[in-house]
């Protein structure tokens, strides 16, 4: 401690420590030599025990003179033993000696001299001033570093440490977090202009006392303050530390007054937030809460004449818990119904799609079955039924009907994404105030996601054979038209039918006779050629020559 320099040499007039200095006063009628070793002590023992990282100023006064210095550098302290040059040794003036250290905050790290005097200063301030001061030093976290005797006690984000503990830490991110969520849940379910900074009870629970009780009173004070303010619906402190209140549940608690009057039920007020803050349910929990303490008291300063209500709560909201599951499973029941229906659904458009499917291969068999039976009927050759014309006819209306195949696959997925964005709506519009919007999608994207594929599996399923069949009548026709119709033009153009060439009889021998060889070669002719009236006159002239 900075003040035990003097205890046995001088008398200390003031001192004072606060959040952002601390100041001592001391002043004794002393002898020069005296002095003189009163400012080498100070030079060496305030030297170890000022933090670095604060500013101080040292004003020394001796005979009504001063020095001031800003460092314990020997250049400094020889600046101060100017003053006992002019005087004798054995002259007895008046000395004072005046420290203000201005302490700053570094790596969550702010310096505590004398906690006794920072626990006086916490009694005797407003509670909301002081909240003002540590939220404008607190940045996430705020460690205490003493640099005097004291228990080490701390909290999610404030801590007391001994200044040897370099090992200090008020905690990890994850409490950060924590409690920036805490602060978050509270700006939705209550309102308060008063509390400055982002602070939450959880910052001011000890889980040990320092052993210095206007510490202790203070961290008590803050958390009891805290939690009546994240549990009443509206709360507003004065610089008096009045507290004014309004709970708005099955009745109205409204209420103003000490702020040291609910100190009795800090535990219960602060296990009432921590609960109400917990995991999940936080504004079920909140409302729940102020509905019990609206039936069990009618001011905040009685509540330490109700243990019981802790229990209460606890209870009630198990019972608001069942009758939750109850609605819960009945809305899980009716949404399964609504899965359910979607896969019947999902099925029935898989069976459209292949009735469609029929229907083309139904229209493609009716053609090729006409073209066959009435060519048959006909008693057309096969080159009729495999020509170029009805191959083009196959091609364009295999090719139509492909574009309609297509066209209801992909008809068939679009009505199947428009049924469930329209069910995925209604689930969301019907149920936000039972479910959670994460919950119906964990519900509905799974089933939405195996029925697509299997409808698009299935389609494609059918596609394929649709268009093997297409590819095995085209190529069919294609190959009947190679074997018959291109077979017998080829064999026509390679045999063509001719008569053979007659010797003409020589002008100047008419009367010579043929020779047997001409005869049996006309008379083969004649057996090709159809027979006719000019024909039958040859033949008879042929026989008369005979």
Not at 187 to 208: A, E, K, M
Not at 370 to 378: I, R
């Amino acid at each position: 401690m900075l003040s035990s320099l003097f205890t046995s040499r001088l008398t200390i007039s003031s001192a004072e420590e606060r959040l952002d200095q601390y100041r001592l006063n001391a002043g004794e009628l002393c002898t020069i030599s005296k002095a003189r070793d009163i400012v080498d002590d100070a030079f060496k023992y305030w030297r170890l025990q000022i933090s670095p990282r604060d500013r101080f100023s040292l004003t020394i006064g001796y005979d009504e003179d001063s020095r001031c210095v800003t460092d314990f550098s020997e250049a400094s302290c020889a600046r101060v033993n100017e003053l006992f040059e002019l005087n004798d040794e054995d002259d007895t003036c008046r000395m004072s000696v005046e420290l203000i250290v201005h302490k700053t905050v570094q790596h969550q790290r702010l310096s505590l001299y004398a906690p006794a005097l920072l626990g006086a200063y916490l009694e005797s301030t407003p509670t909301l001033q002081v909240l003002k001061v540590l939220a404008g030093r607190m940045e996430g976290a705020l460690i205490f570093e003493c640099f005097a005797p004291i228990a080490a006690a701390t909290s999610s984000s404030i801590s007391f440490q001994c200044s040897a503990d370099t090992a200090a830490n008020t905690g990890d991110q994850q409490q950060e977090i924590n409690r920036k969520s805490v602060f978050e849940i509270f700006q939705d379910n209550c309102f308060s202009r008063t509390l400055p900074g982002i602070f939450v009870p959880q910052d001011f629970n000890l889980t040990t006392a320092t052993g210095v009780r206007g510490i202790d009173n203070f961290f008590k004070k803050a958390r009891t303050l805290v939690s009546a303010i994240f549990i009443a619906s509206s709360a507003e402190l004065d610089d008096k530390d009045h507290l004014e209140y309004r709970i708005c549940g099955y009745k109205t608690i409204a209420g103003t007054g000490p702020l040291d009057d609910l100190t009795e039920g800090s535990d219960i007020l602060y296990k009432l937030v921590t609960w109400a803050y917990g995991d999940g349910g936080n504004a079920d929990k909140i409302g729940l809460a102020r509905n019990v303490l609206s039936l069990y008291i009618t001011e905040l300063k009685n509540l330490s004449n109700h243990p019981e209500i802790i229990h209460a709560i606890h209870s009630n909201y198990q019972i608001y818990l069942k009758e939750n599951v109850e609605s819960y499973l009945e809305v899980k029941g009716k949404i399964t119904d609504i899965l359910v229906d979607a896969v019947k659904k999902t099925h029935d458009l898989v069976d459209s799609f292949i009735d469609s499917l029929k229907n083309g291969i139904f229209v493609l068999l009716t053609f090729v079955l006409t073209v066959v039976v009435v060519n048959g009927l006909k008693d057309t050759s096969t080159s009729a039924i495999f020509s170029s014309t009805y191959i083009w006819v196959v091609v364009i209306l295999c090719l139509l009907m492909s574009i309609w195949v297509f066209s209801a696959r992909s008809s068939s997925l679009s009505q199947f994404d428009r049924a469930f964005d329209s069910i995925e709506e209604l689930l969301k519009r019907n149920y936000h105030g039972v479910l959670q919007l994460a919950e119906v999608d964990n519900a509905l994207n799974p089933v939405r996601i195996s029925n697509r594929d299997y409808l698009r599996s299935q389609s494609t399923h059918y596609v394929r054979v649709w268009l093997l069949i297409v590819l095995l009548l085209i190529t069919g026709f294609v190959i009947g038209n190679v074997l018959f119709v291109q077979a017998s033009t080829a064999s026509n153009s390679a045999l063509p039918l001719t008569p053979t060439q007659v010797p003409v009889p020589n002008p100047v021998n008419k009367q010579a006779a043929p020779s047997p060889g001409t005869f049996e070669h006309t008379n083969q002719l004649d057996r090709l050629k159809p027979t006719n009236a000019l024909d039958r006159r040859v033949n008879l002239r042929h026989g008369k020559s005979d």
